[in-house]
């Protein structure tokens, strides 16, 4: 099973940027789907952010976005340092979460925290009004 560490929280202005990383173990990591959830105080953890597996088959991945993000993060690997990275632009108050990256070894998966098997320990990102 895969050992993710996710970094790069921090405290941000309204309209800021962050990058978050998540630096896995394993050889196998660029066949890993992995997704950034967030949880908000009082509010149940919710998916953000997904790149799958590179397909054997196409050697292409693909990308899905919750729709309160699209536009403003982006998700991206890099394969040679076994770390996936959330660009966080245009921040905004409501972005304040505890962030967290997931992993899973399917391509085909839901958006669903029962979808991934490995979780990082979580980075808090404060965005002030």
């Known amino acids: 099973q895969v050992q993710l560490v996710d970094s790069g929280g921090g405290l941000v202005q309204n309209g800021g940027s962050l990058r978050l990383s998540c630096a896995a173990s394993g050889r196998t990591f660029s066949t890993y789907s992995i997704a950034w959830f967030r949880q908000a105080p009082g509010k149940e953890r919710a998916f953000i952010a997904l790149i799958r597996g590179i397909s054997g088959i196409t050697g292409t991945t693909t990308y899905t976005y919750a729709d309160s993000v699209k536009g403003r993060f982006t998700i991206s690997r890099d394969i040679a340092k076994n770390t996936v990275y959330l660009q966080m632009n245009s921040l905004k108050p409501e972005d304040t979460a505890v962030y967290y990256c997931?992993?899973?070894?399917?391509?085909?998966?839901?958006?669903?925290?029962?979808?991934?098997?490995?979780w990082g320990q979580g980075t808090q990102v404060t965005v002030s009004s």
């Open positions: 997931a992993a899973s070894p399917l391509i085909t998966l839901g958006v669903t925290e029962a979808d991934f098997g490995a």
